[in-house]
């Protein structure tokens, strides 16, 4: 339900604005015919009510007033108050078809907001008043039970849940959690969220996640130490309203937007918040007006502006993230609830310089993108075992292999069994979004014996959590230390199972020697071979700044550059275990053919054929039925054929079934520029006449598709406004300019790229 984009409409009288505030009364759930919901135009001693909403037992529980678009609807607060107080309602919204305030006058300022709430929002919260306790008398548990176990609190953990307790107690209803990976994000933000539900503040949250297996795991967690709340994880349609607790993607969210108002949730807690897909996330966390907690194990100094600002964790003054709580990895390390890690570099002359092969040369961040080199795969495994033999001949460890293409996890998971032939093929396996039951591979590589090694692109480098594996096989490239520190951190968890303390990197790609990034182990068998660095000792870390020494190598033999294999550069996607390369637009005909012959026969496809919504958990059967061979139609396959990452499954099959178009390549980026202008928009407070400006200014950088400056001024459109000195007059020159930049860098930059951890989809 995103602010529609009005520029150049004229509202010159009140009654132009009603027409639309009453379809988005309608959006919201209200029926204005009937006036047990809504009556208009009544009148008191005091003067008139444009609008009053009432609740299920038709008492007034909202004001809104309304004003003509030219108006700032804010300035109707104390007419509206006076009229709210008289007839006793609790809230006042104020509109003047456009924007929207929603005002909880007894509790907090006016927000602005992006829809009007319903009936069943308001009526939420009002039992909330009736029900709230000072969170100062919910205790923090003293355990907890979860997997099989009591465990308890981490001081770390109590800290991060007292300061969220200062924090909205002082008003504040936006925070980012830092914490290393493995520290316990998700235990500690369930174990807030429990003492949030029972001190009657929330009684519905939003948790988002970056894919479904990391879904699966969040919804295992609460529903282990939240099970007197319901939790349900979305594959799609709209969430059930029994459900206390949502877990969902992005992308799913983001589909149902339209049909959720600002009310619906009280909380929203999102997972890796440096996270956003074109948008998405900023259109996804202002929709609601609602207490926003960013989870991330970024370190501070990575995150980017962006996010700090979203969370309300920006310092102007000093230009500087502040983080509402931070607990980093070295800390995690040296107070023993972190594994500490070794690094082991192994380089080839091809890892290291490149190959030239038929008169092109390639870049070692081309090998495997552009260029198979299968010796070079073989020689991996190879080395692997050496390096393992010297370390244990008797033992096996738990590993996770960090692949660049799904043909090349393919290739490496064979010469990984090839070594290890008594295993008959199981001893690795491949993890990707084609796996067949991805999920349930992922559990027997965390549980059983085998497979002993998960070769993986992109599944596996972010929040799932394994603490059997003991090692990581780094064969993918990457300059973005975000992902870096999210794979690393797959082995930073400790197990009692295994009295692990410590975890091995296993490096063939430079990733950690592009990071000046050294081993961190207490326990490290590595470092007492080493002389001159006692424990406790503090070196430095890319987390803080770069190293003017890189770590030691281990060198193994060089191999040339044989059975070379070019991909052609075209339009292509990988799909299979084996990672079968198939042009994009055949499988886009694959798929419309699939989905097509099977509308025939089979009743979800017929469902959504006849116009009806499917339910979560019928989109969870269908897309199980789907994702299977030949083709694997899943959305990460589907996204990336139809170059369109926001798109979720349904949207695709009502694509093939003809009901609907995906946008074009221009309404794509118009719809982006809309959706984190929007965003953007919402938690500032220019007035209406500067509102209006803005969204002329953004309609300009459409059309331009450059960065903006004040000759934008001098357009005929402005110079009908005043010019340049009547825009110096609205704004002040030092906001102007103020303004201007942070559209540039927050809304039109950010427009073009996907400011995610590192580009290309998610297996």
């Not at 909403?53 to 700032?72: G, M, N, Y």
């Not at 038929?358 to 080395?383: C, F, H, M």
């Amino acid at each position: 339900m995103a602010t529609k984009d009005t520029t150049g409409k004229k509202f010159m009288r009140e009654t132009d604005a009603r027409i639309l505030i009453d379809r988005q009364l309608r959006e919201a759930g209200w029926d204005i015919e009937d006036k047990n919901q809504v009556s208009t135009e009544e009148t008191s001693q005091i003067g008139r009510a444009d609008y009053i909403l009432k609740d299920s037992r038709a008492r007034a529980v909202a004001v809104i007033e309304a004003k003509r678009f030219s108006v700032d609807p804010v300035s109707a607060k104390q007419q509206a108050l006076a009229y709210a107080e008289l007839i006793n309602a609790g809230f006042i919204f104020l509109s003047n078809g456009e924007e929207i305030y929603f005002w909880d006058y007894k509790y907090r300022p006016e927000q602005k907001v992006t829809t009007f709430y319903s009936q069943r929002d308001l009526e939420k919260i009002q039992t909330l008043r009736l029900e709230r306790k000072p969170l100062s008398i919910i205790p923090i548990p003293e355990k907890y039970f979860k997997g099989g176990e009591w465990r308890m609190p981490r001081p770390y953990q109590k800290e991060a849940m007292h300061i969220m307790d200062k924090a909205l107690a002082g008003g504040k209803r936006k925070m980012l959690l830092v914490m290393a990976t493995g520290t316990g994000k998700t235990d500690t933000i369930a174990l807030y969220l429990k003492r949030l539900f029972d001190a009657g503040i929330v009684s519905r949250a939003l948790f988002l996640v970056d894919r479904i297996p990391l879904g699966v795991q969040t919804k295992e967690v609460f529903d282990e130490i939240l099970n007197d709340y319901s939790s349900a994880l979305l594959y799609g349609g709209r969430p059930k309203d029994e459900s206390e607790i949502v877990i969902s993607t992005l992308q799913t969210l983001y589909s149902q937007l339209s049909s959720l108002t600002s009310g619906y949730f009280d909380i929203v807690i999102s997972d890796e918040a440096h996270r956003a897909i074109f948008g998405i996330y900023n259109a996804v966390l202002s929709h609601f007006d609602a207490i926003r907690i960013g989870l991330t194990a970024t370190p501070s100094g990575y995150v980017d502006r962006n996010t700090y600002k979203l969370f309300d964790c920006w310092d102007e003054t000093e230009q500087k993230g502040k983080p509402t709580f931070v607990y980093s990895i070295r800390n995690g390390v040296k107070e023993g609830y972190l594994a500490g890690y070794d690094i082991v570099q192994i380089d080839t002359k091809i890892s290291l310089e490149g190959v030239s092969f038929e008169g092109e040369d390639y870049n070692p961040e081309d090998l495997e993108r552009k260029i198979n080199i299968s010796a070079r795969n073989e020689q991996v495994a190879q080395a692997y075992f050496s390096e393992e033999e010297k370390r244990d001949p008797k033992k096996s460890r738990k590993a996770i292999v960090y692949a660049v293409t799904k043909r090349h996890a393919a290739q490496l998971a064979y010469y990984f069994n090839q070594a290890k032939p008594e295993y008959n093929g199981r001893f690795a396996e491949i993890i990707t979004s084609d796996t067949e039951d991805p999920r349930g591979a992922i559990r027997r590589f965390k549980l059983e014996e085998l497979p002993m090694i998960a070769v993986s692109v992109g599944m596996m480098d972010t929040g799932i959590d394994a603490p059997m594996v003991e090692n990581l096989i780094m064969v993918r490239p990457t300059q973005s230390p975000i992902l870096y520190q999210q794979m690393r951190g797959r082995g930073s968890r400790l197990s009692q199972k295994i009295n692990k303390k410590s975890f091995r990197i296993y490096d063939f790609a430079g990733v950690t020697k592009y990071f000046n990034d050294e081993s961190y182990n207490p326990y490290s068998e590595i470092a007492r071979a080493k002389a001159g660095i006692p424990w406790g000792t503090e070196t430095k870390d890319f987390e803080a700044e770069n190293l003017e020494v890189p770590a030691g190598f281990i060198q193994v033999a060089e191999t040339a550059p044989e059975n070379i294999d070019v991909v052609i550069k075209r339009a292509y996607i990988e799909i299979g275990a084996e990672g079968e390369k198939i042009d994009s637009d055949d499988y886009q005909v694959a798929w419309e053919k699939q989905i097509q012959e099977l509308a025939k026969a089979e009743s979800l496809l017929q469902k959504v054929k006849e116009g009806q919504e499917l339910s979560s958990d019928e989109s969870e059967v269908l897309a199980e039925k789907l994702n299977s061979p030949i083709y694997y139609f899943n959305e990460a396959n589907l996204r990336e054929a139809y170059q369109y990452p926001p798109g979720t499954l349904n949207e695709f099959i009502k694509t093939a079934l003809g009901i609907q178009n995906l946008p074009t390549e221009t309404q794509l980026y118009e719809e982006r520029i809309n959706e984190l202008f929007e965003a953007w928009l919402v938690d500032k407070n220019f007035t209406v006449e500067q509102s209006k400006i803005l969204r002329l200014i953004k309609a300009q950088y459409i059309a331009r598709r450059q960065a903006i400056d004040a000759t934008i001024f001098e357009e005929p459109i402005f110079r009908q406004l005043g010019g340049l000195n009547r825009i110096l007059q609205m704004f002040g020159e030092d906001t102007l300019k103020l303004t201007l930049k942070e559209l540039n860098q927050s809304v039109f930059i950010n427009s073009s790229s996907e400011n995610s951890a590192e580009a290309g989809p998610h297996n």
